[in-house]
């Protein structure tokens, strides 16, 4: 019987895994996930790194080596980090050689959490992390804040492939997609190419349900639980197809630019209640991308049911919203509530990292 998780590439969706280690990398497993489940790329996070780093020993003679070099604890991380996203860039370069630039084949590798409202800090980390892994699969991630934006359009003009991450608005979505173009049309009037630059807008999904289904319930609207972050993700894929075949953007697409795919993130379903896959299977649609953890994609060999739903019902998912804005529910103050803890969570287990690394220089 085929493959469920590698049948999804059928309808033009790339499925990247969320996760990244040494173990997955060392014995084969990587390799092995793309080859039989079509797994096209790999995201990392630092609450990703913060679990492989402390709860294995396979770091451990790297961190007394690094020590050694009077680096500081985050200096220590990324050292770790580029070296586990090289070799991740190496299991898929295979991927990337056979598909057309923009497509797949990328591991992505995220700049510190701490600069997420820091753009000189960021566009300044970006070119580092991206100049120290060197590999021309590499995406570097930065978040879709709005200081973000300016250092999103500044890697993108310097040929850098990007990641945007934490993104969970529309009006937002729409701002990085004109943050890329910028960036790209800031290369080509300095008579650089731009065939060879892949980006992504990484849209979070399953917490946008977990803040608004309690508002629901409260507005007597239960019916809808589980399904605004589906409905505001079939509309970001309007906006996409709008925005990428303007007159505008041909320009860009006679010179051989890719547009900016849109990644679902946050995929794995959080409320018990609902199907492990449904997130998953609901977007299924062509030229997106989705990142999914070990645990969903195992859930999705087992029992997922692929086709092509991203675009059903369109009028559906407009009604889903215009219903929770009547009733009175703000997604704008929904989202930014959402990139502010979206930040925090990754900050958290960012500081714990370095404080794992700083407990094993002292004990070594």
Known sequence: MANKVKQIHDFGQSIWLDFIDRKIIFSGELKRLVEEDGVRGVTSNPAIFEKAISSSADYDADIAELSKEQRTNEEIFFGLAISDIKLACDILR?????????????????VSPFLALDTEGTIEQARKLWKEVDKENVMIKIPGTEPGLPAIQAAIADGINVNVTLLFGLDRYEAVTEAYIAGLEQRAAAGLPVNNISSVASFFLSRIDVLV????????LGELKGEVAIASAKKAYEIYKRVFSSDRWNKLAELGAVPQRLLWASTSSKNPAFKDTKYVEALIGPNTVDTIPMETLEAYRDHG???????????GATKILEQIKEAGIDIDAVTKQLEEEGIDKFNKPFQKLLDAIEKQKSEA
Request: charged share 40%; hydrophobic share 30%.
């Open 305 to 315: 049911d692929p086709a092509s739903r991203l675009e059903d019902d369109l009028e």
């Open 94 to 110: 295979p991927v990337y050689d056979e598909d057309v630039v923009g497509a797949d084949g990328y591991v992505s590798l995220e």
């Open 213 to 220: 289904d309690p508002l629901l319930d409260e507005k007597g």
